[in-house]
């Protein structure tokens, strides 16, 4: 389809990107379409062939306040005229200690130290290590294992991937090699309705059962995003900060996704109103514009690791604190510090909430859900990729289904025409049986 508009560049350039260009969860054999893309502005996706989307993704959660925000923008050239890059070993620089300053003064009290690394995967892994470091230190390396919740999703390193949903995460390639962590059942408690504490006897015998080989519990707070876009409640999570304290287990909360905003709290956590004893940032800490995550711990973890027998905390990426990306970090966190987040997530729930929910009474539709940023259509039969990428692109709007979620997350700054643009997308799709396999 798009190959008719495209000029002898444009399609050379498709040509070769096929060829030789792995994409995320691709096939380099027989990879589905990938769409060139020109420029991005606001809520709008403009490919090279001219037509311009309305993003219902944020790229990945990632993006708050819009593509090429002028703000944002600025920042980085301001930063690039000084700096792009230094070592952070015996150096360090404004960007950085304003970045963690930050960090800290939003995120729950108890958290006072911070690591900063190249991606959200690695700030996991980062996680793991320091809740491993931690018990090693007080010799107890038989805590050497985690505890966590069936259907969460982490990244896609060897570690995180050992606390990804065993079936979602195809554990069985890399059998031999992962680590064999411990998965409790996936929280049930649906996040609106009533509270029903009975889980919690499956999950605590978890805890009571292998506390002494467990170092950590990690879990996304309140959606489990990529392992099936759920959101469980709230008395769920607080259980876990109980349960961890109970038979001294760390907490570890990946934020990465729930963090800065898009669930309607500034983090997931806040729901349940507790702290972590590690958190994990990513995805929109530099509101979209480049790789950049934060693992962030308490004073006593961070002093017990540093009493332990490396006399340190072994991690040190190459890029630690990339000044460019700590800049663009600061403009977005000053961003949302102007609250004005609190109406626009919350403009895009209520609007979903008329709009998207009434989808439920559709044939295809087994569920919807809204929470804070987030839209979910659940359908039956699972979508058609190829089909279904295509008739969104044609509908004018960029909307990534998997399996059977069609799900958007778009830019805090999305207005009603452009919310409109992707319920009206999502709902004629459901009318159209080529979008789906049987
Ligand atoms: C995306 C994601 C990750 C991994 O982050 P990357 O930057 O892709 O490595 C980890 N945890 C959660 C909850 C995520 O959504």
Known sequence: ??????????????????????HPYTSMSDPLPSYLVESAKGVHIKLATGEKLVDGMSSWWSVLHGYNHPMLNQALIDQTQKMAHVMFGGLTHEPAINLCKKLIDIT??????????????????????????????????????????KNGYHGDTFAAMSVCDPVNGMHQIFESVLMKNIFAPAPESHFYQPWDDSELVELERFFKTHNNEIAA??????VQGTGGMRFYHPEYLKAC?????????LFIADEIATGLGRTGKLFGCNWAEISPDIMCLGKTLTGGYMTLAATLCTDHIAET???????????????????????????????????????????????????????????????????????????????????????FVELGVWIRPFGKLIYIMPPFISNEDDLGMLVKAISTVLDEEQCFDE
């Not at 900063?116 to 038989?142: C, F, R, T």
């Not at 519990?217 to 309140?222: D, K, L, M, Q, S």
């Open 305 to 391: 690791i540093s009493n332990g027998e490396a006399g340190c905390f072994m991690h040190g990426p190459t890029f630690m604190a990339n000044p460019l990306a700590c800049a663009v970090a600061n403009a977005s966190l000053d961003l949302l510090d102007t609250g004005e987040w609190q109406q626009q997530v919350s403009f895009i729930e209520s609007f979903l909430k008329q709009h998207l929910l009434p989808l439920n009474n559709h044939e295809q539709v087994n569920n919807t859900r809204v929470l804070g940023g987030i839209g979910v259509v659940e359908t039956y039969s699972p979508v058609n990729m190829a089909t279904i990428q295509k008739r």
């Open 241 to 249: 900060r109980i349960l961890c304290t109970k038979y001294e287990v």
């Open 108 to 149: 729950p009290e108890p958290l006072q130290k911070v690591f900063l690394s190249d991606s959200g995967s690695v700030s996991v892994e980062v996680a793991i290590k320091m809740s491993l470091q931690y018990w090693h230190s007080q010799n107890k390396s038989e805590k050497h294992k985690l505890l966590t919740v």
């Open 1 to 22: 389809m798009q190959a008719l508009h495209m000029n002898k560049k444009q399609t050379d350039l498709i040509d070769f990107d096929k060829k030789h260009v792995w």
């Open 217 to 222: 519990f990690i879990i996304e707070p309140i």
